[in-house]
């Protein structure tokens, strides 16, 4: 069945450093694929959304690039900032065996950045 | 727009027990999905309700139920409640079906349940 594998954390990282978050994902057919990002006491947020190949989708200095050769969606930031420390889901909207979409996400990866 | 609101957000209940947790979607929002969070599991799918109608289910034991009314409100129910059932309940809602495109989903703040 369809799936999303995203790298274990915590990431722990200085601010102004570069971040990648790793997601691949298993899916037949033609997935559209997010990233919701989850802050403390909160719920989800739509991050950034990529619909098919090669599309990027990018918000608030973080971009991920759809690859479907590679089947991945990986997230990236140029310099990290204290406030983005949160839990980072990737998720997928695909069509199911019922015939109707669902949606997969990730376990979460949670990012630390120190002052 | 008015978010998705979930209500109450923190319960806390004795094992046994039962539980109804409510979701009220974005305005013209169509389709709610329900999922339980845990550190140890992650997201997990509950089911997904569209125009009052279940339309997918996971993999959850018949105690766990769901609704939809006509506003598009949703609630869920827990009967015979365990330990393992404290977690953070989302809502989720999106506007439509099966249109296909990137129709993202739009969630709550949660439900933290504890089950002492």
């Known amino acids: 069945g369809d799936s999303v594998t995203q790298m274990e954390g915590p990431v722990t990282l200085s601010e102004e450093a570069f971040l990648t978050i790793n997601c691949t994902y298993t899916?037949?057919?033609?997935?559209?694929l997010f990233w919701y990002v989850q802050y403390p006491g909160e719920g989800l947020q739509l991050l950034l959304k990529?619909?098919?190949?090669?599309d990027k989708g990018s918000n608030k200095g973080f971009e991920a690039t759809y690859r479907k050769e590679t089947t991945s969606f990986h997230l990236e930031k140029g310099s990290v900032q204290v406030s983005d420390s949160a839990v980072y889901f990737c998720?997928?909207?695909?069509?199911?065996?019922?015939?109707?979409?669902?949606?997969?996400f990730g376990t979460g990866t949670r990012l630390k950045v120190l002052a | 727009k008015a978010g998705v609101t979930q209500t109450p957000r923190y319960l806390i209940k004795t094992r046994g027990q039962q539980v109804t947790l409510s979701c009220s979607p974005i305005?013209?929002?169509?389709?709610v999905s329900w999922y339980q969070q845990t550190p140890g599991q992650g997201l997990q799918f509950l089911f997904e309700?569209?125009?009052?109608?279940?339309?997918n289910k996971g993999n959850f034991p018949g105690r766990f139920s769901g609704r939809q009314f006509s506003n598009s409100r949703s609630e869920m129910n827990v009967s015979t409640l365990e330990l393992g059932d404290s977690a953070l309940y989302l809502c989720?809602?999106?506007?439509?079906?099966?249109?296909?495109?990137?129709?993202?989903?739009?969630f709550g703040p949660g439900t933290r349940l504890t089950v002492t």
């Open positions: 305005s013209g929002h169509r389709s």
């Open positions: 990529a619909t098919k190949a090669d």
């Open positions: 309700y569209f125009s009052e109608t279940q339309r």
């Open positions: 899916a037949t057919g033609y997935p559209s």
């Open positions: 998720a997928l909207r695909s069509l199911g065996t019922s015939g109707t979409y669902k949606y997969i």
């Open positions: 989720a809602s999106s506007p439509t079906g099966d249109s296909g495109g990137g129709h993202e989903q739009y």
